[in-house]
């Protein structure tokens, strides 16, 4: 292993060869140090392209990638500045599906960054934030370059040996952090419809976000609720702390926390930092059908941009803007919707562009996210509306009543052909 110390002194070029493929941690894992480092070199070598789920950092922009060429399975974070500009080839998947999909080489790694904590006395650096799709990239890759940051939080679950690095580039910076959103008052309204499916008990996946964050503060009158979830946020600690969440019903994985991505602040890395009430894991665990069959009780929240009268969901594109992903929604969806005593809540405000545009709609302006087959429960500031073995007819009616009510006259016009046919 060659160690480097600090980035001044790193030479990618030693290591990426000219038309690399580059797959590095999304997100909070985000390796900062090396992706800068690809901007500022990335063109002289030549050829390159790289691969990461999300990014928040904000160091990628139209003008910073423009000596590689980037992809991603959405516009996530500061990724959708780059679609605008067409800098972005979204790869439509499923994010459970990023990892085998690097195993198979259907998205190319040659080079893998990755994020990591110091050493552990046996040598194991911790995967730190994110764990997701990287030990796929780790084993593929011909070159593993690792950002030893001191300040990544060691967490326990995925660890790369020191064995498996060929370059340390050894950093203290802080990691990336997500700042909590605002919350509206659609989002309170939202929250409050959702959060009346968590009993005691449940186990919680969710996004980070508003909504998710107002649902999850309405739940400290809730007992022994569990977390598995392909990410998690600052409130997490909150509701451990107040003695919320315990895990302790869990059949599986009983009084512990499972993510494969730690999306917040330092407040979140502080407490996860040598924590074992909380396990970083791959999506091949997250996210597996297998596992979340074992779950009773899981409600999951995701968000949407529109949903349809049948109850097809859009969350990534909106006519020619495209603004989000398809992440891990069709994974939890399934999984909360087949949970025995459980929900998959699908959330949205009920309209876009200050009231002009319903979000119930007669037909997506944008492609199906998840099938109306899957589709468990739709929410708005307006209502829940369950659809599962509902009608078509049915499901339409439902929609409705938590449209917003300047849109409802027309949607029950398109209804009635809904309902005038039976499908």
């Known amino acids: 292993m060659r160690i480097v110390d600090g980035p001044d002194a790193f030479d990618l070029a030693e290591f990426v060869r000219p038309g690399d493929r580059i797959v590095w941690g999304q997100a909070c894992g985000e390796p900062t140090t090396l992706v800068e480092a690809l901007i500022e070199q990335g063109e ?168 998710p964050d107002a649902m999850l503060r309405r739940l400290y009158d809730r007992r022994d609720l569990g977390v598995h979830s392909g990410m998690v946020g600052d409130t997490l600690v909150e509701l451990v702390e107040a003695g919320v969440v315990t895990n302790a019903r869990k059949p599986i994985d009983t009084g512990v926390s499972i993510t494969g991505a730690l999306i917040g602040t330092k407040r979140l890395y502080e407490f996860v930092d040598r924590n074992p009430a909380l396990r970083m894991c791959t999506t091949a665990y997250t996210h597996d059908a297998g596992v979340l069959a074992q779950l009773d009780r899981l409600v999951t929240i995701n968000s949407a941009i529109e949903v349809d009268l049948g109850g097809q969901v859009n969350a990534e594109q909106t006519g020619s803007a495209y603004l989000g992903g398809t992440g891990g929604q069709v994974d939890f969806v399934r999984g909360g919707a087949r949970s025995r005593g459980g929900h998959a809540i699908i959330a949205l405000p009920s309209t876009a562009k200050n009231g002009a545009i319903s979000r119930i709609t007669a037909r997506l302006s944008g492609p199906v996210t998840t099938a109306r087959a899957d589709v468990d429960v739709i929410v708005t500031e307006f209502g829940a509306a369950e659809l599962k073995g509902r009608t078509l007819a049915e499901r339409a009616r439902r929609l409705i009543a938590i449209a917003h009510p300047d849109f409802r006259s027309e949607l029950e016009r398109e209804a009635n052909e809904i309902a005038r046919r039976g499908f």
């Open 44 to 211: 002289r070598i030549g050829g390159l392209s790289a691969f990461t789920a999300t990014s928040f950092s904000g160091i990628l922009t139209p003008e910073s990638v423009r000596g590689f060429r980037m992809s991603s399975m959405g516009a996530i974070g500061t990724l959708k500045s780059l679609t605008k500009e067409h800098k972005l080839d979204v790869i439509p998947i499923h994010v459970s599906q990023v990892g085998p999909m690097i195993t198979a080489g259907i998205i190319g790694c040659d080079v893998a960054f990755v994020s990591v904590s110091p050493a552990d006395a046996d040598g194991n650096h911790s995967l730190g934030l994110v764990s997701d799709y990287m030990q796929a990239a780790i084993a593929k890759a011909r070159v593993v370059i690792a950002e030893v940051n001191e300040q990544v939080p060691y967490t326990h679950g995925e660890l790369l040996p020191a064995d498996r690095i060929d370059c340390a580039v050894t950093v203290s910076r802080a990691p990336v952090e997500v700042a909590p959103a605002r919350m509206s008052e659609i989002d309170e309204a939202i929250a409050t419809y959702a959060a009346g499916f968590v009993e005691d008990g449940s186990v919680l996946q969710v996004g980070v976000g508003a909504v």
